[in-house]
Structure formats: structure tokens, C-alpha cells
């Protein structure tokens, strides 16, 4: 079964901080991918970044960066320099690459991240 | 400019009044699908459709129906809305047929059945 945890419910940051939301993840495919999406007090869900299985390189995107380590089953996401308007709930999502594992996302239950000023 | 769009945001309906929550996206997507976003419980999904014409069961299918006529729209159907299905729903569409890229998301339509 695919799974995806997201341990920390709540982060409360002071802006300016770097703070790291974590992202683990359980399959048996060889082939995955791994997301991360950004659910602002709007409401609307807003895609960050699409990552597959056989892609380990860390990516930056200005403030943010991801880190994927199949090691540890782990992909986890770094906003350096926080700012109010990173507040947000913040969930990591797995799509199997494998025939019935595909065609959804397993999706982690958030973080919700506050960035106070 | 490319979007997801569902309606209506915001309704409010008693038991058993049967209710379409349309979703239509112009970027000529294979794939789109239905999630409901309850508390505590976090993205679910209802169905989805690879194809006009294709549409299979998620996590959560029970009180739903769809229907894929067009390749842009998407409509929901609960024939007998029940209190249990209050939620926030999204409409969400991909160029990726199998569901494994990017998904474009509607804005969301909170749903409360009295």
C-alpha cells in the first residue's frame, strides 16, 4: 500500500526564519512521483513541484527547495527566509508509476505553516 | 487563460435534493478528476476520467455519479445528497492521462446538506 506522512501538523515560524516541512513516503513501485502543493487561506490548492523516483537531484526555486532522498524515503521542502505570505497548508503527495498505482495521488494530511510577522 | 473552473462555490441544500457541480477546464486535459477535503481526513478522491467516455471509481465513490460527455467538462453528481457529504470539493485536471503530473485544480466548492 502507498502512503504518505506528513508528521508535523502545525509550524509557527517568526518571518525571516527558515523552516523545513517534512515528507515521507511508502512504496513498493520503482517508478513514482512525488509532489508538493500549497492550499493558501484562499482555499485554492496551488502546485509547487513534480519530482520522479529516478530523479534525486535537490531543486531550488527561489525561497524554496526540495529535498529528495529515496534513502530515507523522504522529500522533504525548505522555505529559507519565511514571509507572511508562505502561510499556508502545505501537503506532499505520491503517485505510483505502476499499473493501479497510478491514476490518483496519495496525499499526506498538511502542514499548516504560520509565518507570523 | 488556461483554468479549471466549478460551480456553484457555495451551496446549500437539504437531503435527498439532488445537485450538479459542473467543472469544465480549457487546456484540452485527458484526465480530470474529483476530490472531496474533509478535516482530519485530507484529499480524497471521488473519480476520475482518463478520456470522454472513461471514468472509474476513487477512494470514496459511494453517493457520487459523473459523467464524461466532453473532453473539458467534468460534472458532479450527488442524485441524493446526505449530510455526510458536506465538504469542500475540487475539480482537478491534468495533461497526463495515467494522473501522474501536475494538477490543475478548480477554486472549490464548499457544500453544506442540511
Known amino acids: 500500500a502507498q502512503k504518505v506522512t506528513q508528521a508535523q501538523t502545525e509550524i509557527s515560524v517568526v518571518e525571516k526564519e527558515d523552516v523545513t516541512l517534512d515528507c515521507v513516503y511508502e512504496t513498493r513501485d520503482t517508478t513514482y512521483y512525488l509532489f508538493w502543493y500549497k492550499q493558501p487561506p484562499s482555499g485554492e490548492l496551488v502546485f509547487l513541484i513534480r519530482?520522479?523516483?529516478?530523479d534525486e537531484q535537490n531543486e531550488i526555486s527561489g525561497r524554496y527547495s526540495w529535498n529528495f532522498q529515496k534513502s530515507t524515503s523522504s522529500f522533504n521542502f525548505t522555505i529559507t527566509a519565511s514571509q507572511v505570505v508562505d502561510s499556508a497548508v502545505y501537503f506532499c503527495a505520491l503517485s505510483g508509476g505502476n499499473a493501479g498505482n497510478n491514476r490518483k495521488l496519495i496525499w499526506g494530511l498538511g502542514t499548516s505553516l504560520a509565518v507570523n510577522p | 487563460e488556461a483554468q479549471v473552473t466549478q460551480n456553484p462555490r457555495y451551496l446549500i441544500t437539504v437531503t435527498g435534493k439532488k445537485l450538479t457541480v459542473t467543472c469544465s477546464q480549457n487546456m484540452n486535459h485527458e484526465y480530470m478528476s474529483w476530490y472531496r477535503q474533509d478535516p482530519g481526513l485530507g484529499l480524497r478522491q471521488i473519480y476520475y476520467?482518463?478520456?470522454?467516455?472513461?471514468?472509474d471509481k476513487g477512494d470514496v465513490p459511494e453517493g457520487y455519479k459523473v459523467s464524461r460527455k466532453e473532453k473539458r467538462n467534468f460534472p458532479l453528481i450527488l442524485e441524493s445528497p446526505s449530510p455526510n457529504q458536506t465538504s469542500l470539493y475540487f475539480c482537478?485536471?491534468?495533461?497526463?492521462?495515467?494522473?501522474?503530473?501536475?494538477?490543475?485544480f478548480g477554486e472549490g466548492s464548499r457544500l453544506t446538506v442540511l
Open positions: 476520467s482518463m478520456n470522454v467516455e472513461v471514468t
Open positions: 519530482r520522479n523516483s529516478f
Open positions: 482537478a485536471s491534468s495533461w497526463d492521462r495515467k494522473g501522474t503530473g501536475e494538477l490543475f
